[in-house]
């Protein structure tokens, strides 16, 4: 799956594969060496100089933290052009249903597979690339003495994953403070919440629901991770790569019927096992 999703991303990027100097590979469902990254960079006929990372076991917060992790590498490395890739098969942590984890079928039924692909760069050459989001500010935070609450492990099963009722509600007593980090970058205060645009990864209809409450959200803020989430459930890291695919889809939509194409600044949001926050201030550069 993810050299079908990097191939897709690669042909729309325009620039030929040699171009991709470092591989970002996030997964979290496999435990294997060599791992999906070097698969990935011989199943796309890479360079071997192509210099990779693997992130493994962050869960729904890793599709975010690539984002970061490329972002990073591509700003220290002048000329460079980052391929993140990901990849999920949520299934393999399918359990028949038993009366002593109700959890199982929650997560049956929630949860998705997929893969999702983005290059990251600097410095873009105009005449071939078409940057879609500036990555401004990318920020992580972890919440101390909850590393209970998203709880996933190999045993002999395969790989067993329970998510606590308690995510939800710690996830909205903390983001205020978690996004007012970012807001004040550009000025903005919790005032300004309606004023930008929300790319954040839907773990679930709780805690969206629960975002668009306490920060007061109007609907269409939360609008692609909603659809993201009815199409593909939670697909994991994937996830926010969908999101924000819809965003530029409902970009390029607006341009056409020669609407305002929204909001300039905005928050790229994921949360994860930790629990961990990630989080990114990004400039929506189709506006």
């Known amino acids: 799956m993810a050299i079908e999703a990097s191939q897709s991303c690669i042909k729309k990027w325009g620039r030929p594969i040699s171009g ?6 996030v997964s979290s469902s496999e435990a294997r060496l060599p791992g999906g990254d070097l698969y990935l960079a011989r199943g796309l006929g890479l360079s071997p100089e192509t210099h990779r990372v693997m992130l493994y076991f962050m869960g729904c917060s890793g599709g975010v933290a690539g984002l970061r992790v490329a972002k990073d590498i591509a700003e220290n490395n002048p ?22 984890r ?12 997929g893969a999702g692909a983005i290059v990251i760069g600097s410095d873009p050459i105009p005449s071939i690339e078409r940057p879609l989001f ?14 209970k609450i998203i709880d996933g492990r190999l045993t002999e099963e395969g790989i067993n994953f329970k998510l606590s009722r308690e995510l939800p509600q710690i996830i909205e007593d903390n983001i205020e403070g978690f996004c007012g980090k970012l807001m004040e970058i550009v000025g903005y205060s919790e005032k300004d919440y309606n004023k930008m645009f929300w790319a954040v990864h839907p773990g679930g209809p709780a805690i969206l629901n ?22 593909y459930g939670n697909a994991s890291s994937n996830t926010i790569v969908y999101v924000l695919e819809y ?15 929204g909001d300039e600044w905005g928050l790229i949001l994921a949360f994860g096992p930790g629990i961990t926050f990630e989080g990114i201030l990004a400039r929506n550069l189709a506006v």
Not at 210 to 231: H, I, M, Q, V, W
């Open 20 to 25: 991709i100097t470092h591989l970002v590979y």
């Open 79 to 100: 000329g460079s052009r980052v391929l993140l890739a990901t990849s999920e098969t949520t299934i393999i942590g399918f359990r028949p249903p038993n009366p002593e």
């Open 102 to 113: 109700p959890y199982d079928l929650v997560g049956a039924a929630l949860f998705g597979d």
């Open 134 to 147: 500036e990555l401004h500010t990318s920020i992580q935070h972890f919440l101390p003495d909850t590393e």
């Open 210 to 231: 629960r975002l668009e409450k306490r920060l007061d959200l109007e609907p269409e803020k939360l609008g692609a991770s909603r659809r993201a989430l009815a199409d």
């Open 247 to 261: 965003m530029v889809e409902e970009n390029l939509k607006m341009k056409k019927e020669n609407q305002e194409n």
